[in-house]
T-cell receptor
Framework: EAQVTQNPRYLITVTGKKLTVTCSQN?????MSWYRQDPGLGLRQIYY???????DKGDVPEGYKVSRKEKRNFPLILESPSPNQTSLYFC????????????FGPGTRLTVT | AQSVTQPDIHITVSEGASLELRCNYS??????LFWYVQSPGQGLQLLLK??????LVQGIKGFEAEFKRSQSSFNLRKPSVHWSDAAEYFC????????????FGTGTKLQVIP
């Protein structure tokens, strides 16, 4: 089954404790993205990647890091989380073929206290 | 700056009534355009998309959208709403020519009353 998986689905952590949210896709897609969703703000793109070792900032990259060492994986790293990073995070992927449709993961709800 | 506007935060319609959700974007060229739906506690599902060609596009669940270049709009419509359509709807725009730089609107929450 074609899918984007994220782990963990739920995470409660404390300020300053480094964490990683993993994202993996099994569709051999070139493009991957991370979004955060906050009430009243919709989804905002954090980082995106066009292929292995190629990443670029989205609209809200501050406080986040990403890496793309393998095509299927695109982890999101919070080196020193802060309460304003409490949010719902979505990973998405899409291939070069087709017309831009993104496939979204189920989301990770992060709470930073 | 490039932007996407969904002017209606919340819309309430009666079951069986028609629906139109508005989306406007600010961008010089024609972007790739999308509508997504998100049910409570769920992820996002693509309803429809526009890249080129016929400006009236059909999607899933009986939805359609019309691209109007002169108005920089991509409004979503449905002729008869069902209670199961209650959800939040997001317009999204790729202004990077498909290179994945995507901007979402802030969403419109749809309530359906019997």
């Amino acid at each position: 089954e074609a899918q984007v998986t994220q782990n963990p689905r739920y995470l409660i952590t404390v300020t300053g404790k480094k964490l990683t949210v993993t994202c993996s896709q099994n569709m051999n897609h070139e493009y991957m993205s991370w979004y955060r969703q906050d009430p009243g703000l919709g989804l905002r793109q954090i980082y995106y990647s066009m292929n292995v070792e190629v990443t670029d900032k989205g609209d809200v990259p501050e406080g986040y890091k990403v890496s793309r060492k393998e095509k299927r994986n695109f982890p999101l790293i919070l080196e020193s989380p802060s309460p304003n990073q409490t949010s719902l995070y979505f990973c998405a992927s899409r291939g070069l073929q087709g017309e831009g449709e993104q496939y979204f993961g189920p989301g990770t709800r992060l709470t930073v206290t | 700056a490039q932007s996407v506007t969904q002017p209606d935060i919340h819309i309430t319609v009666s079951e069986g009534a028609s629906l139109e959700l508005r989306c406007n974007y600010s961008y010089g060229a024609t972007p790739y355009l999308f509508w997504y739906v998100q049910s409570p506690g769920q992820g996002l599902q693509l309803l429809l998309k526009y890249f080129s060609g016929d400006t009236l596009v059909q999607g899933i669940k009986g939805f359609e959208a019309e691209f109007k270049r002169s108005q920089s709009s991509f409004n979503l419509r449905k002729p008869s709403v069902h209670w199961s359509d209650a959800a939040e709807y997001f317009c999204a725009v790729d202004m990077s020519g498909g290179y994945q730089k995507v901007t979402f609107g802030t969403g419109t929450k749809l309530q359906v009353i019997p």
